[in-house]
Every structure is written in C-alpha cells, then in structure tokens.
C-alpha cells in the first residue's frame, strides 16, 4: 500500500523539470491511529465527476490508487486522494491494534 502510493508519487514527479520535483511522506501515530500523508508536485492529473482520477501512464489501467484504497479499507482505514494547490495528495489513516485485537 505505502509502496504503490510512494511510486506513484515518484513517478509523477518525474515527468517535471528537476525544480519543481517534490515528493513529501509524512508517517505519524495520533492515539490509535496511523496517519500517512503523502504529497507530489504534478504536472497534469485529470478527475472524473465522480471524484476517481484518471491515470497518465501509457498502457495502465489506473488500478495503482485504487488498489491502495482497497488496502486501506480491508483494515477499516479512511483513504482520501486529493488535487490542493499545486500538490497531489493521499491521506491515509489506519487504526493501530494492539497484539491481542489482530486476527491472522
């Protein structure tokens, strides 16, 4: 989840001039929860009405945010994927359980 999440950041941040490349992962623990905030400079990011995004890459399906908010949800997390200003951002938050409360 945080991979798929991190390579689209970077891969994104490719495609700009080398000065406007700008990747920013932020991981903190709030009470009992994961929050994992991750930030790129784009250059064009193109959304639907109903809110999904449409992917740039050639010969991708644009599965890679999707499947990252699958994750998220499989462990009861919000998921939020957003255009704020010049940045693209995911906000992640996954509830920490102790040993005792996981289930294999």
């Known amino acids: ?4 999440a991190l390579d689209n950041s970077y891969e994104a ?5 080398k000065n406007r490349r700008q990747v920013k992962l932020i991981i903190t623990k709030m009470s009992d929860f994961l929050l994992i905030n991750i930030s790129n400079s ?5 959304q639907k009405p109903n809110g999904k995004f449409v992917t740039t890459k050639k ?3 644009g599965l890679g945010l999707k499947n990252v908010q699958k994750a998220v949800e499989k462990y009861d997390g919000i998921y ?3 255009v704020v200003e010049d940045k693209f951002k995911v906000k992640i938050t996954i509830p920490i359980l102790n040993s005792k409360e996981r289930s294999v």
């Open 13 to 17: 941040v490719e495609a700009l001039e």
């Open 42 to 46: 784009y250059n064009n990011v193109e």
């Open 1 to 4: 989840m945080l991979a798929n």
């Open 80 to 82: 939020k994927a957003e």
């Open 59 to 61: 010969n991708h399906s």
